[in-house]
């Protein structure tokens, strides 16, 4: 059975007063004062120094996120220029306490394939005409045809391992350089935010640098409480070129475990001394109610049920799977039955149905967690889905054999994986001709990241799929700092006129260190 419900949502349209203020965070020079929750003065205009996003883009709809420093409500145009000549007006939420000041806003009925400028104004709930400084934001629809070429990129773990925003470096510069690539979209494969990561105001590097972080109340310690979740998204909102970013790419976001804590699962009782709360189930409903009002979601994911498919066009659908919400216990992983996985069992026939009903070119399954990467979790027990053993599948090795006879057996065409997750960058191939389990088709793992945390070394390789490493890029040792090792993300490109499919493996720089086409139409290749 999946787990019960992590918890419900507090309405997106209330409106409470009184919330307490708390003291300002330490921020870039470019957010003067942010603090962690929005004074309650009435004096001034609402602002919108958070920034905005845009997230979930189709070919005829998009959302439009932003986070208010006080109550307001939020109004967004769209216009198909930048000068904004006659613009479609729609009135947003009320942003109030209940969802920290942020809300979310659907636009739809867009232009397919086309450049679609929004600003969005904060108005005093009191006073309509008393308005904040618009926020100005941009994003392409999904095209209705396969002629436009499609690109997004993918990557995660940010602010990680006590790697948090250095000035002294520019903060997260590779937000910037993956900005000027203009992608369509830019999927989030989890660990978006670091909840269990302390961030430092110092620490001492190896060779004696000194790695400068910015600080905030929450990321000095645990998160436990809604507000220190909260905390955890607003700090990585601190960075400018993150912001930036933000406002031009739309992104697609999955998590994993850091949004609570490490390698959590359901029904989980801690023993770490830092956590007051030992019961996961509560820190997680109260990751998963920041998670939601954090990033756009058309309707906020409920009980940690976020699998779900983005169609970007005729060319490519998004898998976005949930590897943390419905899985088992962490274990030796040797059970020869294993009902539950780390799926679930009715997240997997959700994603038989969905592979089967689509028609899209491509169908990349975004995985939080890697396939046949050796992930241990403690001495004895593994954390994703490979436990080591080389042999016929085992404990949640069942399900994925399941799922991969499902996709041959079907003849479904165009699948692919991607994760992040093991802080390196990897290509790795499965065939059955290497493998203990046979009954599958050949198919592709990319391995991205991290985005803004340390770097580690090269997971095994669990040969019961028989995968092959073709690429690898990833350092010596556990932990090393963005100072000394380059952080990692991953290009998609679909060619609208051939189908083709063009994976590249980039490391912040402008370094291409991998590059592998794939033909469309194909069960495995």
Request: net charge positive.
């Amino acid at each position: 059975m999946p787990p019960a419900p992590l918890g419900p949502f507090p309405a997106r349209r209330s409106l409470l007063r009184g919330a307490a203020a708390v003291p300002a965070a330490l921020a870039l020079p470019a957010v003067p004062a942010l603090g962690g929750a929005p004074a309650q003065a009435r004096s001034g205009r609402p602002r919108a120094a958070w920034g905005v996003q845009s997230g979930e883009v189709t070919s005829s709809s998009g959302l439009v996120w932003v986070r208010s420093d006080r109550p307001a409500r939020m109004i967004v145009e769209t216009s198909a220029t930048e000068s904004f000549r006659r613009p479609e007006r729609r009135v947003g939420p009320l942003l109030g306490p209940g969802t920290d000041f942020t809300g979310t806003t659907v636009l739809s009925g867009l232009p397919a394939g086309e450049t679609v400028h929004y600003r969005v104004t904060l108005a005093d709930p009191d006073d309509p005409r008393r308005t904040g400084e618009p926020v100005a934001g941009v994003f392409r629809t999904a095209p209705a045809d396969c002629r436009r070429n499609v690109r997004f990129l993918w990557s995660g773990d940010i602010a990680g391992q006590g790697w948090g925003i250095n000035p002294d470096i520019g903060g997260y510069r590779v937000y910037e350089e993956m900005r000027r690539l203009a992608p369509d979209f830019f999927l989030c494969s989890g660990d978006s935010i670091y909840a269990d990561g302390v961030i430092e105001p110092r620490v001492t590097l190896p060779d004696g640098r000194i790695w400068r972080n910015v600080t905030t109340e929450e990321k000095s310690r645990v998160a436990q409480t809604l507000q220190d979740f909260r905390g955890n998204f607003r700090y990585n909102l601190l960075d400018e070129h993150a912001r930036r970013f933000n406002s031009e790419v739309p992104t697609v976001a999955q998590w994993d475990d850091h949004e609570v804590r490490n390698n959590w699962y359901p029904g989980q009782i801690l023993d770490d001394p830092r956590y007051a709360e030992k019961n996961v189930d509560v820190l997680a409903a109260r990751a998963l109610r920041a998670f939601g009002e954090y990033l756009p979601h058309s309707s906020p994911p409920r009980g940690g049920r976020m699998h779900r498919v983005v169609r970007h066009g005729p060319l490519l659908d998004v898998f976005v799977l949930d590897m943390r919400s419905y899985r088992n216990a962490n274990s030796p992983g040797r059970q020869v039955r294993d009902r539950r996985g780390i799926l679930g069992p009715e997240q997997l026939a959700w994603l038989k149905r969905q592979l089967t009903r689509s028609r899209a070119v491509w169908k990349v399954l975004a995985a939080d967690m890697p396939l046949g990467l050796v992930v241990p979790d403690g001495r004895t027990d593994f954390e994703a889905v490979a436990q080591g053993d080389p042999g016929a599948p085992l404990g949640r090795e069942l399900q994925l054999a399941e799922l991969l006879r499902f996709i041959k057996r079907q003849r479904i065409t165009g699948t692919l994986w991607l994760t992040a997750d093991v802080h390196h960058t990897s290509a790795q191939h499965y065939a059955p001709e290497r493998a203990a389990f046979k009954d599958f088709a050949p198919f592709w793992e990319f391995v991205s990241g991290p985005l803004a945390a340390g770097g580690f070394q090269a997971s095994p390789l669990d040969a019961t799929f028989g995968p092959r490493r073709v690429f690898v890029r990833a350092p010596k040792r556990a932990n090393v700092s963005p100072m000394e090792s380059p952080q990692y993300f991953g290009e998609v490109s679909v060619d609208g006129g051939s189908g083709e499919l063009t994976v590249r493996l980039r490391a912040e720089g402008g370094t291409v260190l991998f590059t592998r086409v794939l033909q469309p139409g194909r069960v495995g290749q």
